[in-house]
């Protein structure tokens, strides 16, 4: 399935670029194609507006990785005092990585934003990097990730920043004033809000330490992570 979803967000990039070299004004007029009372871009926004509401919503979000921060995907048992001190040291250690991450994706806004401004970039080229953002979403997920090499996690259900996936690719649209694009930035923002309230409170919901769901021995998802199904660590028994 991830290797389907990197093919198609492939073919969506290669054919948003063709056409944003050799026929710009096709690519602009596909996007404000009027259908009935609406256009293309509100279909697009109300579909993606759509799967960022579900992604908060514990019955709509049935996967382990993004949705580990729910009730319902933790299986662990209560942790052992010498299990609460390695827990302790392995979320400051994520957190560590979550934050290099946070101020090294911040840079790479802020250099589109200027290049924007500058005007080497026009709108359309800036919802191109968005394009492209989310095809290299895809590719982390299914070809090689260099978030697992910062931050430290071993896959995307270990992922500490899991969630964070849409802000990151929909962040450049907060240079285009408009209620559409700052709307996608705001849900995408709510997004990583309710994450990072969910791993504050409960930590032991987001690690293969405490939570068995994590675990690799009993995982039957292909990912760019390292598998360790003989022996995965655990903290229930000190």
């Given at each position: 399935m991830n290797r389907v979803k990197l093919l198609w967000k492939g073919l969506v990039l290669v054919l948003c670029l063709v056409l944003a070299f050799a026929c710009p004004r096709v690519l602009a007029g596909a996007f404000t194609y009027k259908i009935a009372f609406f256009r293309v871009y509100h279909?697009?926004?109300?579909?993606?507006?759509?799967i960022l509401i579900k992604r908060m919503?514990?019955?709509?979000?049935?996967?382990?990785?993004?949705?580990?921060?729910?009730?319902?995907?933790?299986?662990?048992?209560?942790?052992?005092?010498?299990?609460?001190?390695?827990?302790?040291?392995?979320?400051?250690?994520?957190?560590?990585?979550?934050?290099?991450t946070a101020v090294y994706w911040t840079l790479v806004v802020l250099v589109t934003g200027v290049l924007f401004h500058l005007g080497a970039l026009d709108p359309t080229g800036l919802m191109l990097v968005?394009?492209?953002?989310?095809?290299?979403?895809?590719?982390?997920?299914?070809?090689?990730?260099?978030?697992?090499?910062?931050?430290?996690n071993k896959c995307c259900n270990s992922c500490r920043i899991n969630n964070w996936g849409y802000l990151m690719a929909f962040a450049p649209l907060v240079f285009l004033q408009?209620?559409?694009?700052?709307?996608?930035?705001?849900?995408?923002?709510?997004?990583?809000?309710?994450?990072e309230y969910q791993f504050f409170r409960h930590p032991e919901r987001f690690f293969e330490l405490c939570?068995?769901?994590?675990?690799?021995r009993d995982c039957t998802t292909i990912c760019t992570g390292r598998k360790r199904k003989a022996a995965d660590p655990g903290l229930h028994n000190g």
């Open positions: 279909v697009l926004w109300a579909a993606i507006a759509l919503i514990p019955s709509f979000n049935p996967l382990v990785s993004s949705g580990k921060m729910f009730r319902r995907n933790y299986s662990g048992s209560p942790l052992t005092p010498s299990g609460e001190e390695k827990l302790r040291a392995y979320t400051a250690r994520m957190n560590r990585g979550a934050a290099k968005v394009v492209f953002f989310i095809f290299m979403d895809q590719f982390c997920v299914t070809v090689w990730c260099p978030f697992e090499w910062i931050i430290g408009s209620f559409w694009t700052w709307s996608l930035v705001g849900l995408s923002l709510l997004v990583v809000i309710q994450w939570n068995r769901n994590l675990l690799c």
